[in-house]
């Protein structure tokens, strides 16, 4: 279909012959190489039939039309120069690429000296670029590096516009064109970024998504939002915030014309939760809020999407000991805190979780009177004691002196963290956050027993329970206290080492040598003797000798009989 002259459009062939024999283009008297506007008059397989005015019929050969063949139809009009002239029957051949080459090549100058945009047709990819056919009829050469093009992508068949960067002439043949993309694109991108200044607010598309921000489509250039400028709520990941092809209002934060990079922000656009924070969150006020992190210093609360504020592991326990933060809170758990502090220039909460909960140690003497014997749990072992829990965040301190009315060796022997044991309180200092705390008063002190029914030279029993170089530690039966052997009374005869001749877990019998019993100044010890028990019965068996009568007994008969005893 074409426009008749009226600019109707015509619908059927008759009308396009009398168009065809109102053209303006009719030729009274063709010429080779004269220029003629012609119209299609039929389509075959390897030429058009065209009209050129009057009865004048000419053909235009597949290979010198512009375009594909599948592109003309009936009634189309078109321009070409007459190559050749058939005098006897009047028929002629019309080349419709000669003529537009001619007017490209008459052109090509003025687009290389303007930087004219030209369309182009990309028609193969080789190694160095691209083929590219201009106007139909001219080749020329697209360098990768000026290309913006994927070389992985199908480009082949694609229309483009490029811009002519070199532009060399030759004797015979087609011209040398050389051809940019990213030229062309450069001066689109230039534009723009003259258009654009910081703090404009401009409208995009989401393109790509990354974990360190999103890529959004402004056009004719590419902006990025860094994950820091997408949201106030920086838990929240990219793709939880944006999908591709959304379209999104942005702020320009920052333009480098040199590297093509714009900066933008999302958030910028949105409300900041810092604003009036001191109304909204006064110092003093309580807020709930959740557990998003759990740090080695304390634990992140998460108010409102882009407000969180840190609870210091000070303001979780009431105690100075280090305790395990996740015994107390866990992430994702929602926990009331109190607002202790705001920095908005830095934009930091302060909050407190045990000022909620109250101080435990405000009536801890009255909780705790002394002389009380409570349920405790062993949460920390050292060296010189243990700390055991009495509720949470109070605990006390059990010396090693008062876990046994006995010298204790080693703590871990006895106790392990975790232990449920029965303590007695035995001082309060509510002021110091302190509690004194004895296991050994729970139960009487033997000490004060065995102080009361010994004396000097009685005799007792007891185990072997520790060798060292100056003696032996034994445990005495029936009393449950330690006394000291010392290497020079385990024998009459002389011993260098307690090992040579104890060993732990044998049984002795030996005799007192001296009770110490101070209390008031943490004094308990005994000192025990079998050399003196050997001397003594030796003193003993020696009198009986002497007290018998020498006729009827001998003194070996006495120690005979003393053996069988």
Same mark, same amino acid.
């Given at each position: 279909?074409?426009?008749?002259?009226?600019?109707?459009?015509?619908?059927?062939?008759?009308?396009?012959?009398?168009?065809?024999?109102?053209?303006?283009?009719?030729?009274?008297?063709?010429?080779?190489?004269?220029?003629?506007?012609?119209?299609?008059?039929?389509?075959?397989?390897?030429?058009?039939?065209?009209?050129?005015?009057?009865?004048?019929?000419?053909?235009?050969?597949?290979?010198?039309?512009?375009?594909?063949?599948?592109?003309?139809?009936?009634?189309?009009?078109?321009?070409?120069?007459?190559?050749?002239?058939?005098?006897?029957?009047?028929?002629?051949?019309?080349?419709?690429?000669?003529?537009?080459?001619?007017?490209?090549?008459?052109?090509?100058?003025?687009?290389?000296?303007?930087?004219?945009?030209?369309?182009?047709?990309?028609?193969?990819?080789?190694?160095?670029?691209?083929?590219?056919?201009?106007?139909?009829?001219?080749?020329?050469?697209?360098?990768?590096?000026?290309?913006?093009?994927?070389?992985?992508?199908?480009?082949?068949?694609?229309?483009?516009?490029?811009?002519?960067?070199?532009?060399?002439?030759?004797? @015979?043949?087609?011209?040398? *064109?050389? %051809? /940019? #993309? !990213?030229? &062309? $694109?450069?001066?689109?991108?230039?534009?723009?970024? =003259? +258009?654009?200044?910081?703090?404009?607010?401009?409208?995009?598309?989401?393109?790509?998504?990354?974990?360190?921000?999103?890529?959004?489509?402004?056009?004719?250039?590419?902006?990025?939002?860094?994950?820091?400028?997408?949201?106030?709520?920086?838990?929240?990941?990219?793709?939880?915030?944006?999908?591709?092809?959304?379209?999104?209002?942005?702020?320009?934060?920052?333009?480098? @014309?040199?590297?093509?990079? *714009?900066? %933008? /922000? #999302? !958030?910028? &656009? $949105?409300?900041?939760?810092?604003?009036?924070?001191? =109304? +909204?969150?006064?110092?003093?006020?309580?807020?709930?809020?959740?557990?998003?992190?759990?740090?080695?210093?304390?634990?992140?609360?998460?108010?409102?999407?882009?407000?969180?504020?840190?609870?210091?592991?000070?303001?979780?326990?009431?105690?100075?000991?280090?305790?395990?933060?996740?015994?107390?809170?866990?992430?994702?758990?929602?926990?009331?805190?109190?607002?202790?502090?705001?920095?908005?220039?830095?934009?930091?909460? /302060?909050?407190?979780?045990?000022?909620?909960?109250?101080?435990?140690?405000?009536?801890?003497?009255?909780?705790?009177?002394?002389?009380?014997?409570?349920?405790?749990?062993?949460?920390?072992?050292?060296?010189?004691?243990?700390?055991?829990?009495?509720?949470?965040?109070?605990?006390?301190?059990?010396?090693?002196?008062?876990?046994?009315?006995?010298?204790?060796?080693?703590?871990?022997?006895?106790?392990?963290?975790?232990?449920?044991?029965?303590?007695?309180?035995?001082?309060?200092?509510?002021?110091?956050?302190?509690?004194?705390?004895?296991?050994?008063?729970?139960?009487?002190?033997?000490?004060?027993?065995?102080?009361?029914?010994?004396?000097?030279?009685?005799?007792?029993?007891?185990?072997?329970?520790?060798?060292?170089?100056?003696?032996?530690?034994?445990?005495?039966?029936?009393?449950?206290?330690?006394?000291?052997?010392?290497?020079?009374?385990?024998?009459?005869?002389?011993?260098?080492?307690?090992?040579?001749?104890?060993?732990?877990?044998?049984?002795?019998?030996?005799?007192?040598?001296?009770?110490?019993?101070?209390?008031?100044?943490?004094?308990?010890?005994?000192?025990?003797?079998?050399?003196?028990?050997?001397?003594?019965?030796?003193?003993?068996?020696?009198?009986?000798?002497?007290?018998?009568?020498?006729?009827?007994?001998?003194?070996?008969?006495?120690?005979?009989?003393?053996?069988?005893?």
């Amino acid at each position: 279909m074409v426009d008749g002259k009226d600019g109707q459009e015509i619908t059927n062939m008759e009308e396009v012959m009398e168009e065809i024999e109102r053209s303006e283009t009719f030729l009274a008297d063709p010429q080779k190489g004269s220029k003629v506007t012609v119209q299609v008059w039929e389509v075959h397989d390897n030429e058009l039939l065209v009209k050129s005015g009057g009865k004048s019929e000419g053909m235009i050969a597949k290979e010198d039309l512009v375009k594909d063949l599948s592109e003309y139809h009936p009634g189309d009009r078109l321009d070409g120069i007459i190559t050749y002239i058939n005098e006897e029957d009047g028929h002629i051949k019309i080349s419709e690429k000669k003529r537009v080459m001619k007017e490209i090549l008459n052109n090509l100058k003025d687009y290389h000296k303007n930087e004219t945009p030209v369309k182009g047709t990309i028609i193969a990819k080789n190694k160095g670029g691209y083929v590219v056919k201009l106007f139909g009829v001219l080749q020329a050469f697209l360098p990768a590096s000026h290309s913006m093009l994927d070389r992985n992508a199908d480009v082949e068949g694609k229309e483009m516009e490029f811009e002519i960067i070199d532009l060399r002439y030759r004797r @015979k043949g087609n011209p040398n *064109i050389v %051809l /940019s #993309r !990213k030229k &062309l $694109q450069q001066k689109v991108i230039d534009e723009f970024l =003259t +258009k654009v200044s910081e703090g404009n607010v401009i409208e995009g598309k989401v393109e790509g998504i990354e974990k360190f921000g999103v890529f959004v489509d402004l056009g004719p250039i590419t902006g990025l939002i860094p994950r820091s400028e997408l949201t106030y709520d920086r838990e929240l990941e990219p793709k939880d915030v944006v999908d591709i092809g959304d379209p999104v209002n942005v702020m320009v934060l920052r333009i480098d @014309k040199k590297s093509n990079k *714009i900066t %933008l /922000s #999302r !958030k910028r &656009l $949105q409300p900041d939760p810092w604003t009036g924070i001191e =109304t +909204k969150h006064p110092v003093g006020s309580r807020v709930k809020g959740e557990v998003i992190r759990i740090l080695p210093f304390g634990f992140v609360v998460k108010i409102e999407p882009g407000l969180e504020g840190l609870v210091h592991t000070s303001e979780i326990f009431w105690t100075n000991r280090r305790m395990d933060i996740r015994a107390v809170v866990q992430e994702g758990e929602q926990v009331e805190v109190e607002v202790i502090g705001i920095d908005k220039e830095k934009r930091k909460m /302060s909050l407190s979780l045990k000022r909620v909960k109250g101080n435990p140690w405000e009536d801890v003497e009255k909780k705790f009177p002394v002389g009380t014997v409570l349920d405790a749990k062993v949460v920390k072992i050292l060296p010189s004691g243990l700390i055991a829990e009495l509720e949470e965040g109070i605990s006390g301190f059990v010396h090693v002196t008062e876990m046994s009315w006995n010298f204790l060796d080693n703590i871990d022997d006895v106790y392990s963290v975790g232990d449920e044991i029965k303590v007695s309180v035995m001082e309060v200092l509510p002021d110091e956050q302190r509690i004194r705390l004895s296991i050994r008063n729970i139960t009487e002190d033997p000490w004060k027993r065995a102080n009361e029914e010994l004396d000097k030279g009685d005799e007792v029993k007891g185990e072997v329970v520790r060798l060292t170089n100056t003696g032996a530690t034994v445990m005495l039966d029936d009393y449950n206290i330690e006394a000291f052997l010392p290497v020079s009374q385990i024998s009459v005869q002389r011993v260098e080492k307690p090992e040579d001749v104890l060993k732990v877990g044998d049984k002795v019998d030996a005799k007192v040598v001296r009770t110490v019993y101070e209390p008031e100044k943490e004094r308990r010890n005994m000192v025990i003797s079998i050399k003196q028990k050997e001397v003594d019965e030796e003193k003993n068996d020696y009198q009986q000798y002497m007290d018998k009568d020498e006729s009827t007994v001998t003194m070996h008969e006495l120690m005979k009989e003393k053996g069988k005893e």
